[in-house]
């Protein structure tokens, strides 16, 4: 693989651009629109993903911008100080083959992204900006890539950091927020409000998985408060034992049932995405419902219950949780290779509160 060759192919100042290219053959490259940014001024990189492999590579659309920006796929700092994520986290269904994006080799695929609407740039500093990107269902294996990339232990793709200079500004938010009030079927029942038009029968099904996912904190809280590393469920779901990552675990627990206890909760019913839900981290305590949502089962694996809880987790004051892996098989495989990124897996925590199986 050779990096300054791909860095020659563009014509522009080596401020704006940077890359790396890793071990699984995906050379990542930022492109900054421009090195000093007003505050008036939208701050874009352009993202391009190239297959230096000789082999075709398939990566998962979700941790790329092939649909948007849909999940944190940048580390951003100002002044050294990394920077919150104001986008989206969703909860979505295990991968199959048709979320992957197949490059052939020499391929490349670019998106042009608008990163002050995604990450508070509200700060007058210069900033530093790095594409990161890890989860261990980031690649599908092609015949012949699954040893090498099991071998060499690849996880993600990362660019080198580049830096630009922008005044600060207004804070910006999600911009989805629903439309609450009795004509498009808003309104407020048993202490939740409702946006985004939810039928009757929406907020029945909605009002059921809290209710679920109520008992589903309890028990979780129940079982960390009364065993030890001899638990099987936690093993299972966030690894080997140790004393601060389950103080980690169960201080989240403990938020989360306070959270779906004591604060005003919103669910906007406007998602019409396939997946479960999604929430943006700095905007408690509102969730929006996706399709999957709605034929999910109230309780069991991939549950009503357990989305509600999923989401909860991802609140900043609540757990902050990330979206590493989804699915059991998923979360399973992370517990094993990596628990300290198993205890900020927002389906990890779902599935320890679902516990289906039963475990002890």
């Known amino acids: 693989m050779n990096t300054k060759k791909a860095l020659s192919a563009i014509a522009v100042t080596a401020a704006l651009i940077s890359s790396s290219a890793y071990a699984d053959g995906i050379n990542a490259t930022l492109e900054m629109s421009q090195q000093d940014y007003k505050s008036s001024d939208n701050v874009v990189v352009k993202v391009t993903l190239t297959n230096e492999e000789h082999i075709p590579v398939k990566v998962l659309k979700w941790y790329t911008a092939a649909d948007g920006v849909e999940e944190a796929l940048f580390k951003v700092t100002a002044n050294g100080e990394e920077r919150a994520y104001l986008g989206a986290h969703y909860k979505r269904q295990a991968p199959t083959k048709n979320d992957y994006i197949k490059l052939k080799s020499g391929e490349s695929i670019s998106y042009d992204v608008e990163l002050s609407s995604l990450y508070d740039m509200s700060s007058t500093a210069e900033y530093e900006i790095s594409y990161d990107v890890s989860s261990l269902q980031l690649f599908a294996p092609n015949p012949g890539q699954a040893k090498k990339l099991a071998r060499l232990g690849v996880e993600g793709i990362h660019s080198q950091p580049t830096s630009f200079y922008l005044e600060g500004r207004e804070l910006k938010q999600g911009t989805k927020k629903g439309k609450p009030g009795g004509g498009d079927g808003g309104g407020e029942v048993d202490g939740v409000t409702f946006t985004g038009r939810c039928s009757n029968s929406q907020k029945t099904d909605i009002l059921a998985g809290l209710d679920a996912a109520k008992g589903m904190s309890a028990d979780a809280n129940q079982h960390l408060n009364g065993n030890n590393s001899s638990s099987t469920r936690y093993n299972t779901w966030f690894g080997n034992y140790s004393s601060s990552r389950w103080n980690t675990v169960s201080n989240n627990f403990s938020k989360i ?9 919103t669910i906007d019913c406007s998602c019409k995405k396939r997946y479960f839900a999604y929430v943006y981290p700095t905007q408690p305590y509102k969730i929006y419902m996706c399709r999957a949502f709605w034929s999910a089962p109230t309780t069991g694996t991939d549950s009503k219950g357990g989305t509600i809880i999923h989401e909860m987790s991802h ?3 609540v757990a902050g949780t990330d979206d590493i892996v989804y699915g059991q098989s998923g979360a399973k495989a992370l517990a094993i290779s990596d628990p300290a990124q198993a205890i900020q897996n927002a389906d990890s925590h ?4 679902e516990n289906t199986p ?3």
């Open 358 to 360: 039963n475990l002890n």
């Open 350 to 353: 779902e599935y320890f509160a």
């Open 257 to 265: 049932d306070s959270a779906l206890n004591n604060e005003p909760l």
């Open 315 to 317: 609140f900043n004051v």
